[in-house]
C-alpha cells in the first residue's frame, strides 16, 4: 500500500464508513490526534508519514485492505473477519 498515494484520503474515508467509524474513533484505534485527522480529511494539510502509517495500521488490524490496482482503480476491502468484528461491534452498542 501507498500511504502517499493521491486517492489515499478517499479510501480513508471509504474505510471509516465500512467500519463504521467516526474520525474520533479512527484517533483512538490509531494514535493519531482528531485534529490531525479532522484536518487530513478536509484536505487543509498533510499529516506526516509516521501519522499516515499509523491510521494505514489501524485499519489494516482491522480487516482493511486498501487497492490500486494497475489499471488505476482504487479502492478498500473489509475482510469477513473484519466484518464480522465490526457486526459484533455494532450489535454490542444497540444493547
Do not use: C
Not at 75 to 93: F, I
Request: hydrophobic share 35%; glycine share 10%.
Amino acid at each position: 500500500m501507498d500511504i502517499l498515494h493521491p486517492n489515499f484520503l478517499r479510501q480513508v474515508r471509504a474505510a471509516r464508513s465500512l467500519l463504521g467509524w467516526s474520525q474520533k474513533q479512527l484517533a483512538e484505534q490509531s494514535g493519531s490526534s482528531l485534529s490531525t485527522l479532522n484536518r487530513f480529511e478536509r484536505g487543509d494539510g498533510n499529516p506526516n508519514v509516521n501519522s499516515l502509517r499509523l491510521i494505514y495500521k489501524a485499519f489494516e488490524r482491522s480487516g482493511i485492505t486498501f487497492i490500486n490496482g494497475p489499471d488505476g482503480s482504487v479502492g478498500v476491502l473489509l475482510s469477513a473477519d473484519g466484518l464480522s468484528r465490526t457486526e459484533n461491534s455494532l450489535t454490542a452498542m444497540a444493547e
